[in-house]
């Protein structure tokens, strides 16, 4: 695979906008540790967070954190 | 995640599950030395995504009248939402509603399932999200820059969970064409990332 047409791709394929072939084909030439696309998908991830973050934030209710730390704790008990 | 599902409950629901992922995924992400905060915003992005495409897939197989009233807000017509949330892509990615195997990977309504997870190592270290977090506003308006048809697929792409074959339905324009504008808006981004935060480095 020649890695120079991937450089606008990495960021599509962290967001799953890509092909299944594309995306498929990616993730094998990942796979494989070719060390230019490897920097290029951190690279990339960095982008999608920014992007992640584009919309207005939103407040969740707060029975929501109540909730998930009631679950946390039956979590962790076994391990007190 | 409450821009991506039709409804606050289910956005609720994912930002718990994602929390809960979180709690176990800690030590992992310690050790490889990742941050917290990428994790949890590209992880409850695709979530949210996941979800999103089963409920497009559950509209979808309803019937028709489904796909729009019951995968999207009926009262947000001509908001980015719901023109995103009533759309039912063929290759909607099926998900009976529980996270699978508290594995990170990137969304991709493509994916094979047999695909590994992606290594954790992929994720920025802390130190690169504290700058990009200090340059946020900035970046942001940068987005607002882009042309309204790039702005429009980019935003079809990361809040609507929707590929580039199924952008181009969604925007009436051939595939390539889509194809040809969301790489444009990706390389503008991360262009202008790369200028705001300093760590522009020459592609030679």
């Known amino acids: 695979m020649d890695c120079q047409h991937l450089d606008e791709v990495y960021e599509l394929w962290w ?12 993730r094998e030439h990942l796979a494989r540790g070719c060390p230019h696309c490897l920097a290029r998908v951190r690279d990339a991830a960095e982008t999608v967070y920014i992007l992640g973050l584009s ?26 | 995640m409450a821009h991506i599902l039709p409804s606050r409950d289910a956005a609720e629901e994912i930002l718990q599950e994602v929390f809960a992922r979180l709690w176990s995924e800690s030590p992992s992400l310690s050790q490889e030395g990742r941050s917290v905060v990428a994790w949890l915003v590209v992880t409850a992005r695709e979530a949210a995504v996941d979800r999103l495409r089963a409920l497009r897939k559950t509209a979808a197989s309803a019937g028709p009248q489904g796909h729009s009233a019951s995968a999207g807000k ?40 047999a695909t590994d997870p992606v290594p954790l190592a992929w994720l920025p270290q802390p130190k690169e999200i504290t700058l990009i977090d200090s340059r946020l506003v900035l970046l942001h308006k940068a987005i607002n820059q882009l042309p309204k048809p790039q702005r429009q697929a980019l935003e079809l792409a990361v809040f609507g969970g929707l590929s580039e074959s199924e952008i181009a339905a969604e925007m009436g324009e051939p595939l390539g064409k889509v194809r040809t504008s969301l790489r444009a808006a990706v390389t503008f981004v991360k262009h202008r990332r790369q200028a705001v935060c300093g760590t522009w480095t020459a592609n030679i």
Do not use: C, N
């Open chain 1, 15 to 26: 967001l799953g906008a890509l092909s299944e072939k594309g995306s498929l084909d990616l």
């Open chain 1, 55 to 80: 919309s207005k934030p939103a407040r969740p209710h707060p029975r929501v954190k109540s909730e998930l730390l009631r679950q946390i704790s039956r979590k962790a008990a076994p391990h007190r």
């Open chain 2, 74 to 113: 009926g009262s947000d017509h001509g908001t980015r939402k719901s023109k995103a949330a009533a759309l039912a892509p063929s290759a909607a990615k099926s998900l009976d509603g529980k996270p699978e195997a508290m594995k990170f990977r990137p969304a991709d309504g493509a994916r094979a399932p």
